[in-house]
């Protein structure tokens, strides 16, 4: 490996609710392990791995220049998202003009709500479902409807055609929030299945926002389709949203952006989202974009999921052959697992939170399903070094299976 995927990162007291926000905040973070007990952050969606170098060499040649006065984004700023977009996902066609900042994914996700749907609208979702969604619709006032992802004979989440459709008619639904890859579930979802998720919205005139910040993150074997890359009438009818945060741990610097080549519903979602002033570009989160999208981060996420694959296998390989009645489908995309732990915990007269707080008091700090929609659930991030990733096992050995 040419970039380092091995240090263990002291992250106490640097920036991270991964680790500082431990005990923090009930029903949502972990609780801190026991005296004695190291914490190993498998929880909140950031990675423990030193980003890419030319990240921060962007950020200290620009902190350099002591002048930080309004700015506009440079034309290497677009430049690079579409180099990016041509090369990794396959992209042809975009332009700057189609591409526009966001704070957050979710924000823009929000955004495209708002155009989209009057208050009280009911939105498609697919359950499990990224808890960023629940909370956001709600607080806006908006309705869930969860179509369930399902096991298939193979043990691959798919999506029920039929149910969605039947949804899509029963409620009168126009907006669908479409995860891609799938957050907690790790699907990446096909060709085939984007074709005909999107034919459906087509027939109903269902608008789709499709959150693809997980795009980057495939395991090896798998690969992204943006969803309006399936025909034109989804290139059309998509609201894209990405991001390098995800990617190459950036979340604190905040900065995302969107695709969107249907002029009319991108006018609506850039005046939408400008109406806060808040949507504004940070100079050094510009930068930071621009580091990330040089050649040598090209190769860094291609090193990335190879360490990703490799603790997706180890992982799911250990929990298939030393815990009983623990459920997982090995995701295909992202570094989470969902663990169903039904079996386990009917088998063991215990219940869910009986079994979180056995991981957490030994520093494994996983995180409790039932936000994202699992009753007996538990998710767990595996972006850590491999090293960490069998220490989180061998205490999960030891003091909770
Ligand atoms: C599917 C998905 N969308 C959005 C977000 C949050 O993105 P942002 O911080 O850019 O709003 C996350 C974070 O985990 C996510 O998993």
């Known amino acids: 490996m040419k970039y380092d995927f091995t240090s263990i990162m002291d992250r106490r007291g640097k920036d991270s609710i991964a680790v500082d926000g431990l005990g923090q905040n009930p029903g949502f973070a972990p609780e801190a392990p026991k005296d004695g007990f190291s914490i190993i ?11 890419v170098p030319t990240i921060p060499e962007a950020l200290a040649k620009r902190a350099a220049h002591p002048a930080y006065g ?3 984004p440079t034309e290497e700023y677009f430049d690079s998202i579409i180099r990016w977009q041509e090369k990794r996902n396959g992209v042809s066609g975009l332009k700057a003009e189609h591409i526009g900042y966001e704070n957050g994914v979710l924000g823009g ?5 708002n155009v989209l749907c009057s208050k009280g609208d009911q939105v498609l979702v697919h359950s499990p479902t990224y808890v960023g969604f629940s909370m956001s619709l709600e607080n806006n006032g908006y309705h869930a409807v969860h179509s369930p992802l399902r096991l298939d004979e193979e043990n691959i989440w798919r999506m029920d055609f039929a149910d969605m459709e039947e949804k899509i008619i029963k409620n009168r639904i126009h907006a669908a929030i479409l995860c891609s890859p799938h957050n907690p579930c790790g699907r990446v979802w ?16 269902v608008y789709v926002i499709s959150d ?12 992204h389709i943006p969803t309006q890359m399936v025909s034109e009438d989804a290139r059309q009818r998509t609201a894209a949203f990405y991001s390098p945060s995800k990617t190459f741990n950036l979340a604190g610097l905040v900065g995302s952006y969107h695709i969107i080549y249907n002029t009319w519903l991108r006018d609506r979602i850039e005046k939408e989202s400008s109406l806060s002033h808040y949507n504004e570009m940070n100079v050094m989160s510009m930068h930071a974009l621009i580091g990330a999208y040089k050649p040598e981060g090209y190769e860094w996420v291609d090193e990335l999921r190879q360490m990703l694959t490799r603790n997706v296998e180890y992982a799911c390989e250990h929990i298939r052959n030393h815990y009983e009645g623990i459920q997982v489908s090995r995701p295909q995309g992202t570094y989470m697992l969902f663990l169903d ?10 219940t869910i939170q009986d079994l979180l707080k056995s991981g957490w008091d030994v520093g494994v700090a996983w995180q409790d399903g039932a936000m994202f929609g699992g009753p007996c659930h538990i998710r767990m991030n595996l972006a850590l070094p491999f090293s960490l990733v069998q220490e989180a096992f061998a205490r999960l050995d030891q003091y909770v299976f």
Do not use: Q
Request: aromatic share 16%; net charge negative; with cysteine.
């Open 190 to 205: 096909e060709r085939r299945e984007l074709e005909r998720f999107m034919e459906l919205c087509r027939k109903y005139d």
């Open 70 to 72: 309004y700015f506009s």
């Open 109 to 113: 996700v929000l955004s495209a709500l």
């Open 341 to 350: 732990c039904s079996g386990w915990c009917s088998g063991h007269g215990k």
């Open 212 to 223: 693809e910040i997980w795009s980057d993150l495939t395991l090896e074997g798998y690969e």
């Open 41 to 51: 952050p498998m929880w909140v969606a950031d990675m423990n791995f030193p980003t």
